[in-house]
Every structure is written in structure tokens, then in C-alpha cells.
T-cell receptor
Framework: AQSVTQPDIHITVSEGASLELRCNYS??????LFWYVQSPGQGLQLLLK??????LVQGIKGFEAEFKRSQSSFNLRKPSVHWSDAAEYFC???????????????FGQGTTLQVKP | DTGVSQDPRHKITKRGQNVTFRCDPI?????LYWYRQTLGQGPEFLTY????????KSRLLSDRFSAERPKGSFSTLEIQRTEQGDSAMYLC???????????FGSGTRLTVV
């Protein structure tokens, strides 16, 4: 079954510190992977996506993510966190190939990021 | 391109009432998706349309839920005889058939009292 696991429900980091949010997926075919950010009461904003090619993906707001097929992981990183990065982060895997080309996304439970001044 | 619009942003209704939400996708996007997000959880897929055809429905979409997309433009999601368990954020997204381009709206927050 397709699934996404974000092991850390809540993470607190100090402003200026580095950040890594973990994401593990289970998917039968070539995964299309995404990270979204959501501020309270708002919709989802796409940070970055991976389809193929270079396994290190750059996104908006200084975020990057690395796809590791052997570990079924797609962890999100940022070298220096800003207070405005406090939000909820969701990893997702999508069905965009072959007979399953529905575009349906399966999301993880999310990780809430708190930034200490 | 004004993004994906959802209306209303917030809806409070009494248990047993019917509610309808509207989603206006990005005009050139022919795929439209509905998701539901409860507190502390990630969004869960409900259904999707390609143009006016509803191609997949989740088991989460009980008989009380119905979605339409007449003429392949805007979409509506109706919930009949609302229950407290229906309280959630309902998110709409659209994309072109040739991904990428998956854009979410700001959502409709439903509270059933």
C-alpha cells in the first residue's frame, strides 16, 4: 500500500540553526515526491518536488530535499531557519505515471515546526 | 492567473443541515481535486475530476457527499445531513493534465455544531 510517514510530529529549533524534517514513503512505482508548507488556517504551498534526475532538489525559501531510493526517504533541509519558517510541513507522494496517472497525492501526518528566538 | 479560489472560507452549520462549497480552479487546468484535512492530520484525498468527468472517489466519500463539476469549470462539494465528524478543512486543488502544476486553494473550514 502507498503511504508516507513523517516520524517527527513536532520539532523545535532555534532561529539560525539548521533543520532536517524526515519523510519516508512506500510506493510501488517511481515516486513523485513533494514537500508542502501550511500556515495556520491556510492552504498548502508547494516548497519543492522531485520527479526524476538530480536527487538533490532545490525549492523556494531556501529549502532543499534529497531523494534516497535505497532508504525510501525524501528529507527536507534548510541550513538556517528563520522565525517565519514556523508552520506545518507535509511530505506527499503522488500517482503520476502509467495506469495510476491520477495525480492523487498521499500525505504524511505532518511535522509542526516551532522556531525559538 | 488568480490561483484556486474556494468559497466560503468558513462555514458553521448545525448538525443535520446541508452545506455546499465551491471551488474555482485555475482556468486552464483540466484536473480538479478535493481533499479533506482534519486537525493534526495531513490532507486525505476525496475525489477528482478530469474536465467534467468524476474519475475517482475515495471510500471517505460517503453517500452523504456529492461532488460535481458541470462544464469542466468550477466544482461544488455538497454534504447532506452534516455530522460533527464532518468538521474539517476542505481543500480544493487543480492541475493541468500534464503535471506539474498542482495548486491548492486556501480551503473551506467547516464546523458542525
Amino acid at each position: 500500500a502507498q503511504s508516507v510517514t513523517q516520524p517527527d510530529i513536532h520539532i523545535t529549533v532555534s532561529e539560525g540553526a539548521s533543520l532536517e524534517l524526515r519523510c519516508n514513503y512506500s510506493y510501488g512505482a517511481t515516486p513523485y515526491l513533494f514537500w508542502y508548507v501550511q500556515s495556520p488556517g491556510q492552504g498548502l504551498q508547494l516548497l519543492l518536488k522531485y520527479f526524476s534526475g538530480d536527487t538533490l532538489v532545490q525549492g523556494i525559501k531556501g529549502f532543499e530535499a534529497e531523494f534516497k531510493r535505497s532508504q525510501s526517504s525524501f528529507n527536507l533541509r534548510k541550513p538556517s531557519v528563520h522565525w517565519s519558517d514556523a508552520a506545518e510541513y507535509f511530505c506527499a507522494v503522488g500517482a503520476f505515471s502509467g495506469s495510476s496517472n491520477t495525480g492523487k497525492l498521499i500525505f504524511g501526518q505532518g511535522t509542526t515546526l516551532q522556531v525559538k528566538p | 492567473d488568480t490561483g484556486v479560489s474556494q468559497d466560503p472560507r468558513h462555514k458553521i452549520t448545525k448538525r443535520g443541515q446541508n452545506v455546499t462549497f465551491r471551488c474555482d480552479p485555475i482556468s486552464e487546468h483540466n484536473r480538479l481535486y478535493w481533499y479533506r484535512q482534519t486537525l493534526g492530520q495531513g490532507p486525505e484525498f476525496l475525489t477528482y475530476f478530469q474536465n467534467e468527468a468524476q474519475l475517482e472517489k475515495s471510500r471517505l466519500l460517503s453517500d452523504r457527499f456529492s461532488a460535481e463539476r458541470p462544464k469542466g469549470s468550477f466544482s461544488t462539494l455538497e454534504i447532506q445531513r452534516t455530522e460533527q465528524g464532518d468538521s474539517a478543512m476542505y481543500l480544493c486543488a487543480s492541475s493541468p493534465r500534464t503535471f506539474p502544476g498542482y495548486t491548492f486553494g486556501s480551503g473551506t473550514r467547516l464546523t458542525v455544531v
